[in-house]
């Protein structure tokens, strides 16, 4: 088992990543939820038929504390405020306090909504994110973002709110289906581009059993070195957002048919193609990148245009009045964040 301690000014946090981890889930939150006596575990349809009845077994064997589940449809589109009101609801109901906590069990959705409703509950209680995708693995369930979805944008609701853990059993890949597994690589490319190093090296060389923990681990690190330097995106967190702006402008078009990994990578390849354009990187680096994208054949190809996708642009949580803050490629392991106004982000990606 690995571990890494996330220090913000917030909060520390502690993320566990190993092989069958999720049967020392009753020790690793109890030890972070020392007064709760109730939990409220939320997942979706899918997670629940394979890990919901497993979870609830371990938690109950310590005997701290009552535990309680809430599932919803499985999907993007459940990322709404009425999701999150049926787990306020629940809570109330069953008289949660601030010394109680949820438990998100599953992958970005679940972590998203859960965290929120973790912030928002009575002013903000504990939780606990125990990630059941590589994308919530490597991505969604660290650093504390929490947040909704509504019709005119992605994540346009929602509030920093940091897990008291991270807990990543790495056999629950053996579980996922292969276009959610798709879905991960996504972001992990993502961090490949930004990062490079052992991250990309891994990549080009593929990812398997032998090396799928030190590859999440590396992925988390890189990501908490990131957030302790810029809790609230203030600065340099926004490189986090690489290929997010295209890509959470192509969920919202496509009323969330298309995931959010698959959306990032698309959004990726508008923006190494705009820096090849721009003559921000070479020939070679801008094919380099592209191969490790169809490599794992992530992504779907834009096929909405740009007229289609700009007003959410418009609307994505990073703009401001004058524009939005955009993350370009100079090359593997160098990215900036660049202000364009709408007229010259939609310019340069054209």
């Known amino acids: 088992m690995k571990t890494i301690t996330l220090k913000t000014e917030s909060k520390n946090s502690t993320i566990y990543i190993g092989k069958s981890i999720l049967n020392n889930i009753g020790d690793i939150c109890f030890e972070k939820l020392p007064k709760a006596k109730k939990i409220l575990v939320v997942t979706d349809s899918n997670v629940a038929k394979i890990y919901l009845e497993k979870a609830i077994k371990i938690l109950k064997e310590k005997d701290k504390a009552n535990i309680y589940s809430i599932s919803f449809e499985a999907g993007e589109k459940s990322k709404n405020l009425n999701v999150y009101s049926d787990i306020i609801k629940a ?31 009575m002013r903000g209680i504990k939780y606990i994110q125990i990630p059941t995708s590589l994308l919530a693995a490597i ?9 909704v979805d509504i019709k005119e944008g992605k994540n346009l609701i929602g509030a920093f709110w940091q897990p008291e853990a991270v807990i990543f059993d790495t056999e629950t890949l053996k579980t996922l289906p292969e276009m959610e597994y798709k879905n991960g690589l996504g972001e992990a490319i993502k961090y490949a581009i ?42 340099i967190r926004a490189l986090l957002n ?14 969330y048919s298309i995931q959010h990994g698959m959306a990032v990578a698309d959004g990726i390849l508008v923006m190494v193609h705009a820096a090849k354009k721009n003559k921000e990187i070479t020939e070679e680096e801008y094919k ?11 992504g779907t190809g834009i096929n909405f245009s740009l007229d289609t996708l700009m007003p959410f642009v418009f609307h994505d949580k990073k703009a401001k009045n004058d524009g939005i803050n955009v993350v370009v490629i100079k090359g593997i392991g160098k990215c900036e964040i660049k202000k364009m106004s709408f007229e010259e982000f939609g310019e340069y990606i054209k």
């Open 91 to 121: 809570a109330a109901m069953l008289q949660f306090t601030r010394d109680d906590a949820f438990i998100s069990l599953g992958g970005g959705v679940c972590g998203d909504i859960t965290g929120f409703a973790a912030a928002t509950y």
């Open 194 to 235: 930004l990062d490079g190093g052992d991250i990309c090296k891994i990549l080009k060389t593929g990812l398997d059993e032998n090396n799928i923990e030190d590859f999440v681990y590396l992925c988390a690190q890189s990501k908490v070195n990131i957030v302790e330097k810029d809790e609230k995106e203030g600065s």
């Open 242 to 255: 690489l290929g997010h702006t295209i890509g959470h402008a192509e969920e919202a078009v496509s009323e």
């Open 288 to 298: 380099e990148i592209k191969s490790l994208i169809e490599k794992y054949d992530v």
């Open 139 to 147: 991505d969604a369930s660290i650093g504390g973002k929490t947040g």
